[in-house]
């Protein structure tokens, strides 16, 4: 019964962050567009490092946003990655 929360509340979670972090980079591209205090580097970079790396790596490439940066095309699929890797052997077990 634990596990089917844990399974659940990974889930939730892993859909809320990466729609958050898809949504900041939709965001900040709008904010640049009207040249406008932006969003931090570091606070996208957060974002994916809590778990939004897929989100924050499709809205990259949706919004075209950062895209010429290295440490984006390099840092954020590195991050997915990891996320992908964490939440699979997190739930390895229980699904």
Sequence with gaps: MLDQYFVYITIIYMLFINLTSL????????????GKRRISEKTLF??????G??????????????????AF?????????VNV???MMLLKDLI
Excluded: C, E, Y
Excluded at 23 to 31: A, G, I
Excluded at 53 to 70: E, R
């Design 23 to 34: 949504l900041l980079f939709k965001r900040d591209k709008s904010l640049a567009k009207k």
């Design 46 to 51: 957060l974002s994916a490092l809590l778990g």
């Design 53 to 70: 790396g897929p989100g924050a790596v499709l809205g990259m490439h949706l919004f075209s946003h950062k895209t010429k940066k290295v």
């Design 73 to 81: 095309q390099l840092g954020l699929p590195l991050i997915a990655i």
């Design 85 to 87: 890797i964490v939440v």
